[in-house]
């Protein structure tokens, strides 16, 4: 159903990943806060309290700018999510629940809390992970849904 | 000026989704499928964002508080919970299912706006059926 993945050459996952790291840094020593796209969201509707609305707001949009800019300068064709519609419904709601009820997601507990060393978050991206990947093989390799 | 700070920071963290093609979810889904064709590429994202990462939370150790603002907001619970491990494992299936997380998916509102809006709303009512059964933050 859909084209394969094409290949894409190690520097990029490599400056992108340092420039995500570099934005978490910037985060962290000039605000005192972490990068958590799942907490800044929640926060950014009011969800989470002792937040700066605004400043998670204007974070939110500005990442979407970002990567919007940036994928009209690379030329890479758009490629979405390929589920279909109840696939999405349902990943869309254990992805904000579960998100919330396990205080982060891979932002928060992946890219800051590993770096800090946070037992919680060590745990944390263990597990999700394991399920994600636990969820792909049952989906691609039991059920034989491949994309 | 932490305002500023959020949209420098946040146009960054895009600039970088975008580049290491993290919003694309058959890369991410690439990188879980490990008995398929495996894609390292997420396991490279990670291990590079943790280098300018954990810098940070070296200097973070010898500052008393950040640059604009009286301290650091920074969470000090090392209690490892039901609730955590739940709720990393209902996001973890969510993630697998779909091949987006929080940050991307809110990237390809702008680069795919459909079917993305479809999981981003779901993604918004989870989050606010997790805020209606627990009124207080946690």
Same mark, same amino acid.
């Given at each position: 159903?859909?084209?394969?993945? +094409?290949?894409?050459?190690?520097?990029?996952?490599?400056?992108?990943?340092?420039?995500?790291?570099?934005?978490?840094?910037?985060?962290?020593?000039?605000?005192?806060?972490?990068?958590?796209?799942?907490?800044?969201?929640?926060?950014?509707?009011?969800?989470?309290?002792?937040?700066?609305?605004?400043?998670?707001?204007?974070?939110?949009?500005?990442?979407?700018?970002?990567?919007?800019?940036?994928?009209?300068?690379?030329?890479?064709?758009?490629?979405?999510?390929? +589920?279909?519609?109840?696939?999405?419904?349902?990943?869309?709601?254990?992805?904000?629940?579960?998100?919330?009820?396990?205080?982060?997601?891979?932002?928060?507990?992946?890219?800051?809390?590993?770096?800090?060393?946070?037992?919680?978050?060590?745990?944390?991206?263990?597990?999700?992970?394991?399920? +994600?990947?636990?969820?792909?093989?049952?989906?691609?390799?039991?059920?034989?849904?491949?994309? | 000026?932490?305002?500023?700070?959020?949209?420098?920071?946040?146009?960054?963290?895009?600039?970088?989704?975008?580049?290491?093609?993290?919003?694309?979810?058959?890369?991410?889904?690439?990188?879980?499928?490990?008995?398929?064709?495996?894609?390292?590429?997420?396991?490279?994202?990670?291990?590079?964002?943790?280098?300018?990462?954990?810098?940070?939370?070296?200097?973070?150790?010898?500052?008393?508080?950040?640059?604009?603002?009286?301290?650091?907001?920074?969470?000090?619970?090392?209690?490892?919970?039901?609730?955590?491990?739940?709720?990393?494992?209902?996001?973890?299936?969510?993630?697998?299912?779909?091949?987006?997380?929080?940050?991307?998916?809110?990237?390809?509102?702008?680069?795919?706006?459909?079917?993305?809006?479809?999981?981003?709303?779901?993604?918004?009512?989870?989050?606010?059926?997790?805020?209606?059964?627990?009124?207080?933050?946690?």
């Amino acid at each position: 159903m859909i084209a394969t993945l +094409a290949h894409l050459p190690w520097y990029w996952p490599v400056l992108g990943g340092l420039c995500i790291g570099t934005a978490a840094g910037m985060l962290l020593l000039f605000n005192g806060r972490i990068l958590g796209v799942s907490g800044m969201a929640a926060a950014s509707l009011g969800w989470a309290d002792g937040h700066d609305r605004t400043a998670n707001r204007l974070f939110l949009v500005a990442s979407m700018a970002g990567a919007g800019l940036t994928y009209l300068m690379l030329h890479r064709p758009a490629i979405g999510p390929t +589920a279909n519609m109840a696939v999405l419904i349902v990943g869309g709601l254990l992805v904000g629940y579960g998100t919330r009820l396990g205080s982060g997601c891979t932002s928060g507990h992946g890219v800051c809390g590993l770096a800090r060393l946070s037992p919680r978050s060590i745990a944390a991206t263990g597990v999700f992970m394991c399920t +994600a990947a636990i969820t792909v093989y049952v989906v691609r390799h039991i059920l034989g849904y491949t994309s | 000026m932490t305002r500023f700070v959020s949209v420098l920071a946040g146009l960054l963290f895009g600039v970088g989704l975008a580049l290491s093609d993290m919003v694309n979810p058959q890369r991410v889904q690439a990188f879980l499928d490990v008995a398929g064709t495996w894609d390292p590429s997420l396991a490279l994202v990670m291990i590079s964002a943790l280098i300018p990462s954990a810098l940070a939370w070296q200097i973070r150790r010898r500052r008393s508080r950040p640059v604009f603002d009286q301290q650091f907001h920074v969470p000090t619970s090392r209690r490892i919970d039901t609730a955590l491990l739940s709720g990393a494992a209902l996001f973890g299936m969510g993630w697998g299912l779909v091949g987006l997380c929080p940050g991307p998916a809110l990237a390809d509102l702008v680069i795919v706006p459909w079917p993305t809006l479809v999981f981003v709303v779901a993604m918004i009512a989870g989050m606010g059926v997790h805020r209606l059964l627990n009124p207080r933050p946690s």
